[in-house]
């Protein structure tokens, strides 16, 4: 059965890269992402495509260190995904993004 609308909610805690979303196995999509910063500070980020679930390379990164004022957003549309690739994303502050996945899924 096919997923649509929202498909993943997250809060980038660390620094470090974290996965977002993994589309499942046997199916594909196009998603959207959306990158809040909800800090009283401005943050800059990094969003990856993996074909697997596994750390991001540096050949991954499809926004690397995007500057996103305080209280601002950064949508990402049409990313087109095959079944298991992940999305990644990471800030250079931990506690101060949040990730909104939604698109549709098949």
Known sequence: MAAQGLLATNAIATT??????????????????????????????????????????????IVYQQYIANEEYLTIPGIVLDAGNSIYVKSDVGNAATTKVWGYID
């Open 16 to 61: 470090a890269d974290t996965l977002v979303y993994t589309c499942p196995v046997s199916s594909s999509g196009s998603v959207t992402i959306n990158i809040c910063n909800v800090s009283g500070s401005a943050i800059k980020v990094r969003v990856a495509l993996t074909a697997v679930v596994g750390a991001p390379s540096s050949s991954d990164y």
